[in-house]
């Protein structure tokens, strides 16, 4: 049973078209939950933290919020260079990380 | 912005060879990570360390073997490469458990 799922595995946008990426987790003791953006042929490098529901954290395009049981990262008018595999990852209790499989974001111009 | 690095980048070669692949971080993080991804794939956590001599096996079995004998030095072994090892391998390395981790860009390696 998968701890982190994010969905849709893979969405493609016209540039300036507005969605949303979800990550919904089933760990109890949530202590943080984080995205990464990961260009092809590199590491992951890290978007936001949140620690706590209703928390919520913007940077640029992209906002990232949280509820008890998943997050959201919005991405508001998106261009082509937002084109990335969009990471979810969470802490539970003392363990390390768990991540999802990534959405796969695609912006045509 | 982060510092780690790994080396090789890409790695090709031949079955029942020893591998070894370099990790090292200029930040002065405790905390050191090794991660397996494949395409399309979330990344398993397969090495861990929270500070010098100190190695923990992660979720993901591996045969591979890692060491932390200074802070900046992560390296991962596999004593006798065969084509199930194909894979990206990602290094990373935090200060402390809920900072963000910074990652390496990875090697990617094929095993023939």
């Known amino acids: 049973e998968d701890q982190v799922t994010q969905s849709p595995e893979a969405l493609r946008l016209q540039e300036g078209e507005s969605s949303s990426l979800n990550c919904s987790y089933t760990?109890?003791?949530?202590?943080?939950l984080f995205w990464y953006r990961q260009d092809p042929g590199k590491g992951p490098e890290f978007l936001f933290t949140?620690?706590?529901a209703g928390e919520e954290k913007e940077k640029e395009r992209l906002k990232a919020t949280l509820t008890k049981k998943e997050s959201f990262l919005h991405i508001t008018a998106p261009k082509p260079e937002d084109s990335a595999t969009y990471l979810c990852?969470?802490?539970?209790?003392?363990?390390?990380?768990?991540f999802g499989k990534g959405t796969m974001l695609l912006v045509s111009p | 912005e982060a510092d780690i690095y790994q080396t090789p980048r890409y790695l090709v070669i031949g079955t029942g060879k020893k591998i070894t692949l370099e990790c090292s971080q200029t930040?002065?993080?405790?905390?050191m990570y090794w991660y397996q991804q494949d395409p399309g794939m979330e990344l398993h956590l397969i090495h861990y360390?929270?500070?010098?001599?100190?190695?923990e096996k992660g979720d993901l079995s591996s045969e591979s073997t890692v060491s932390r004998i200074r802070t900046e030095h992560f390296p991962l072994t596999l004593e006798s490469a065969r084509p199930s090892h194909t894979s990206q391998y990602l290094c990373?390395?935090?200060?402390?458990?809920?900072?963000?981790?910074?990652f390496g860009d990875g090697t990617r390696l094929s095993i023939l």
């Open positions: 360390s929270y500070g010098v001599n100190s190695t």
């Open positions: 949140l620690y706590s």
């Open positions: 930040m002065g993080h405790d905390k």
């Open positions: 760990v109890s003791g949530l202590r943080g």
């Open positions: 990373a390395s935090s200060s402390y458990d809920l900072e963000p981790q910074h």
């Open positions: 990852a969470v802490v539970e209790g003392y363990s390390t990380l768990t």
